[in-house]
């Protein structure tokens, strides 16, 4: 399973960006306004850090507008910008047109199985159920993650599953285990997927004796 970086924040995707196991990044509007920059100069410099897929969502709600600033979005770098459109019938029509120009898309807020497989009949390129949101109020994210990737099988969709609103490293491994595509995991959480304490005082050990051998 892929791991992307969820955020807008640039010092944390320079931290990530060369790391072996981050390939790209998802952004919302939300994240972008913490940042405190407009939606379309954030997208720029997060393209120049990083070479993977970017997702960079629309803010318009009406068809046109989305298209429109879906191809101003895909203009920025076609090579990596994702064009980010919410779960709404212009939505999907939006992502059904950008499919026939090449332009690949990612659902956004999906919260449950028939929302998904619109996405999938729609063509998107990635799709993104939403866990922490979801278990927040009450619903099961692991069984709905688990169902979206049987649909997926069932018919052979290619679009891939992206697990959003990952709240912990335990959403991660569960993400993992039923078999999506990508985790897009904010920065607290992927810093905390390296460590472990065994790790940690294995590693001190090891130190130690080794230093025990340096002059023998
Ligand atoms: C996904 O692409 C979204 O940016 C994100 O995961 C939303 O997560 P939240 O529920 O923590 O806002």
Redesign the pocket.
Known sequence: MQLFI?TANLKEIEEFCHCPYVKGV???P??IAKEGRSQEEAIRTIAQLIDGPI?AEVTATDLDGMLLQAEKLHAIKPENIVV?LPMTAAGLEACRLLADRRIPTNV?LCFSLSQALLAFESKATYV?P?L??LDDNGWDSARLIEEIVRVKRNYGYPTKI?C????SVQHVETCALLGADIA?V?YKVLTKLLSHPLTESGLLSFAKDAEKTRNV
């Open positions: 969820d998802t952004t919302n939300s994240l997702s980010k956004t993104s939403f922490g949101r992206i959003a609103s990952i709240r897009t904010p």
